[in-house]
């Protein structure tokens, strides 16, 4: 079971270049969640997406673009990369997003995709 | 946005001493409060999650306690191994649907 998988591991880019972080996940998950981690600041949401077809922004969402065309994967898109974007990223899943009336359904995180922007 | 924090920062605790740090979070609007371990260089696991006042959970050594009319949540680890070193981080949910982190305790446990 591979749970939320995250592609590339590593990635080093030229400030002005552009790339996609995939993120795929293979539990029929309706919410997905792109996350930005810097040192001692915790994880920073930056799109999250309740289904296909449905984004919205988090507390980061600037210099980033997100689509979720279907169930399974939510691609996060860094159009003009900046060293500001140098960064951990994660993805994660959870069933029914985390207000559900019980509150239960925990985030399923991926393994991350180190990003250096030079 | 929430404001949600976590102290101390990191933590250095010897083999088998008992540890606790904390979370506190806006009690407003509160949902729900998760607890994560993220080990390095691995991704952050579900260790608790917890709605009502009161509440407290466990899992082996570890265990947590919330208060939501004053905000906050104790995570301990009664007598601390190596394999506990990790970055323990809390999330506190609102009923906007969103999760916010705080800044995470890095605890690192010496043999």
Redesign the interface.
Same mark, same amino acid.
């Given at each position: 079971n591979a749970g939320v998988t995250q592609t590339p591991k590593f990635r080093i880019l030229k400030i002005g270049q552009s790339m996609t972080l995939q993120c795929t996940q293979d539990m029929n998950h309706n919410y997905m969640y792109w996350y930005r981690q810097d040192p001692g600041m915790g994880l920073k949401l930056i799109y999250y997406s309740v289904g296909a077809g449905i984004t919205d922004k988090g507390e980061v969402p600037n210099g980033y673009n997100v689509s979720r065309s279907t169930t399974e994967d939510f691609p996060l898109r860094l159009e003009l990369a900046a060293p500001s974007q140098t960064s951990v990223y994660f993805c994660a899943s959870s069933p029914t997003g985390t207000s559900s009336r019980i509150g239960k359904n925990i985030q399923y995180f991926g393994a991350g995709t180190r990003l250096s922007v030079l | 946005?929430l404001n $949600?924090e #976590?102290s101390p #920062?990191s933590l250095h605790v010897q083999e088998g001493d008992s540890t606790n740090f904390t979370c506190s979070f806006p009690s407003s609007n509160f /949902? +729900?409060l998760?607890w /994560?371990r993220w080990e390095t260089a691995?991704?952050?696991? +579900?260790l608790f $999650?917890m709605?009502l006042n009161g509440d407290e959970k466990k899992k082996g050594r570890i265990s947590a306690t919330l208060n939501t009319k004053e905000g906050y949540s104790y995570l301990y680890i009664k007598g601390s191994q190596p394999e506990d070193s990790a970055t323990y981080?809390c +999330?506190s949910? &609102? +009923?906007? &649907?969103?999760?916010?982190?705080?800044?995470?305790t890095r605890l690192m446990v010496k043999p």
């Open positions: - | 946005i $949600v #976590q #920062q /949902y +729900a998760h /994560y691995k991704s952050p696991e +579900a $999650v709605t981080l +999330a949910i &609102n +009923a906007g &649907n969103m999760l916010t982190f705080g800044g995470g």
